[in-house]
Each structure stands twice: as C-alpha cells, then as structure tokens.
C-alpha cells in the first residue's frame, strides 16, 4: 500500500495562561469566534459563577515557530511503479484521488 500526502507540519510551543484575566479574554475570544450566539449569554453570567468555571479550564496558547510542507507523493517509486500508481487514482471515484493522480503527475 502507499501512502501519499502533501502536509504542513508545524512546530509549536505551548503557553499557559494560568491568571483569572488571561483566561477569561482567552475563553471570550474563543466563544466569540466558535459560538457567537453563545456570548451574550456567557457575558450575562456573574463573574464568581465564571471564576469557578474557569478552575476546571487548563487555558493555553500555541506559538507557532515553525511551518514547513512535507510531500511523499511516491517520489522513491520506479518510474514504472509511480505510473501504476497514478493510474489505480485515476480510476477511483473519489474526486480527491483522481485529484492527487494529476498532482502526482505533475511533480
């Protein structure tokens, strides 16, 4: 079987934020860009029923500090055996294999 993919690969660090205020803008942006309907709501609950939420919340940040594309596209195949393989996508009836056969094609 071969595997063939195209992917980003990133290499991040994670930060806690362990303070009541650094977790609570955390959480707010998080709402506000997941479930927006859910904000109002969150900001009209008090603040010591939030602060006791926010106890059972592990809260980071990832910095990204490298990204890089990795490809493996049959590359180490025979020039035979990556025609084989480009012709098995072809005829699948998945778009993204027949989409990845081009792809392959055209590296």
Known sequence: MTLNND???ATQLPF???DAQGKLVLLEEMI??????????????P????QGMMKGIVAFE???????????????KSALERERI??????????????????????
Do not use: M
Request: aromatic share 10%; net charge negative; with cysteine.
């Open 47 to 50: 603040l010591k029923f939030k």
């Open 16 to 18: 806690f934020v362990d």
């Open 7 to 9: 992917v980003p690969e």
């Open 62 to 76: 990832i910095e990204v500090t490298d990204l890089q594309g990795q490809k493996k596209l049959s590359q180490n």
């Open 86 to 107: 480009i012709k098995d996508l072809e005829q699948h009836p998945n778009s993204v294999e027949s989409d990845l056969a081009r792809y392959i094609r055209e590296v």
């Open 32 to 45: 506000s860009f997941y479930d927006q309907a859910c904000l109002e709501q969150w900001k009209g609950l």
